[in-house]
Nanobody, 122 residues
Framework: QVQLRESGPALVKPSQTLSLTCTVS??????????WSWIRQPPGKGLEWMGT???????YYSPALKSRTSIFRDTSKNQFTLQLSSVTPEDAAVYYC??????????????RGQGTQVTVSS
C-alpha cells in the first residue's frame, strides 16, 4: 500500500523559504508513468496545484507560482521536496503531496498525504 507523508515546519516567517518533503512508502517515486505533485488549500479556498515531478525527473510548475517554486527529488530516500520562496501570509495553507492519476494538475489522485498545515507569520 502506497503511503505519502508530508513533513516540514508548521510556521514560517514572511519572506522566508518554505521547504516541505514528501516521503513515499510502499512504492517507488521512479515507477513508470508516476507523477508526484504538490497541492495546497488555503483556508476557505479550493485546491491549488503547485507543481509536479515525473518519474523521469521532468518537472512542471504552476505558472502562477513558477517564479517562487522549486521541486526536486531524492530517489535514494524515495522523497520529493517543495521549496517556496519569499512566502507571504497568502501562502498559509494545508499542503499536500500526492500521486497524480488523471494527469499533471488534474486533481485526480491515486494517493494523497494527510496534509500539513503551514502558517506564515512573524
Amino acid at each position: 500500500q502506497v503511503q505519502l507523508r508530508e513533513s516540514g515546519p508548521a510556521l514560517v516567517k514572511p519572506s522566508q523559504t518554505l521547504s516541505l518533503t514528501c516521503t513515499v512508502s510502499g512504492g517507488s517515486i521512479t515507477c513508470n508513468d508516476c507523477y508526484w505533485s504538490w497541492i495546497r488549500q488555503p483556508p476557505g479556498k479550493g485546491l491549488e496545484w503547485m507543481g509536479t515531478i515525473g518519474y523521469s525527473g521532468s518537472i512542471y510548475y504552476s505558472p502562477a507560482l513558477k517564479s517562487r517554486t522549486s521541486i526536486f527529488r531524492d530517489t535514494s530516500k524515495n522523497q520529493f521536496t517543495l521549496q517556496l520562496s519569499s512566502v507571504t501570509p497568502e501562502d498559509a495553507a494545508v499542503y499536500y503531496c500526492a500521486r497524480e492519476r488523471g494527469g499533471v494538475g488534474s486533481f485526480e489522485f491515486y494517493y494523497r498525504g494527510q496534509g500539513t498545515q503551514v502558517t506564515v507569520s512573524s
